[in-house]
């Protein structure tokens, strides 16, 4: 067995941070078995571990709630893919930022959150933390000075998506990351949309990056899961503390899935923004389109942020109707490869109606979501074929 248990940071010399992305993806956390050549990490299906002696560990392991050597390799690989020092896989993004967030906050508490945030996340701050004594102000991730005023002497915390979801506004995270760190608040940056390939939100000063690794990491729409990446030593012990305390891990099942798909994330990705580049075009010369929300088109309020801190657009758009809410709604029954469904990220290309479905938790309140607004995931599928999908579909 050649993972290691300490701080699911063992990089494996062949996945070391002297690699590049693709190579680090594929090679970082586990190298071949020294006793079988296993090139791939077993699916360790063991909730405990045998002792030598009394609290003697073999391998560092003794209940896989607190450790299993599947997730280790896991969390080592992500932690690479982010060039972090530390990673902590969980059995869901949302069991992540739980985590981030209460290992970050107290009663008393304040943050600042963004006025498009993930529906998900947006819920479990306003109905839960907020009966514990934590409030929050949600700003645009776009508008520094709506940042700057929202942070009060309380504020332990800035949270940011970017690109967001689903309105694919950007958030500057180095000038964030600034704003944080002089009211002494620390940086979250949830990096599902960009994926690691694309954006790397530590080299800008953020000090935890979270994934939904449900989505672009894992990548094939067949396992659910999440990821705290950061440098911090402190905030990883407090991390890990919950993670075994509050116990919200991954199977080793999905801990391997999940590894299995990040380690072609970097040819995935590629695929996904060749794809996406190419139907921005098409959609934004349609005439059923009113607009397309893409921070790849030079007209996006969030291009030149993005273009400094992002390696390419990803591949996720969004579009407003021209005929609104039952355009939205036509559009979104009448693609045929364009699954409706929600989440995104996966090898197959999505659509959903986020006021109806992803977001629809918002619905009533500051982070409400425009009605005539198409999700599109776009997949790896022929570019060609799903074009004319969108095209038959917007007739
Ligand atoms: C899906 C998603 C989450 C939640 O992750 P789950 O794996 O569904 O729990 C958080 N943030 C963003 C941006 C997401 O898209």
Redesign the pocket.
Known sequence: MSTTNDEGNANGKAGGSSHGFATRAIHAGFEPDPQTGAVNVPIYASSTFAQDGVGNMRGGYEYARTGNPTRTALEANLAALENGAHGRAFS??????DCALRSMLRPGDHLVIPDDA?G??FRLIDKVFSQWGVTYTPAAVNDLDAIRAAVTPTTKLVWI?TPT?PLLNVGDIAAISQIAHAADAKLVV?N??ASPYLQQPLALGADVV?H????YIGGHSDV???VLVTDDEELDSHFAFLQNGAGGVPSPFDAYLTFRGAKTLAVRMDKHCDNAEAIVEVLQSHPAIASVLYPGLEGHPGHEVAARQMSRFGGMISVRLKGGQRAAHDLCARTKLFTLAE???GIESLIEHPGAMTHASTAGTLLEVPDDLVRLSVGIEDTADLIDDLKQALR
């Open positions: 869901s993004g949302m069991a992540a930022t993930y998900g996340t998506e979801n949830d599902t949309f979270l939904s690794t449900t989505k659910v899961g999440g989440s995104l990220g």
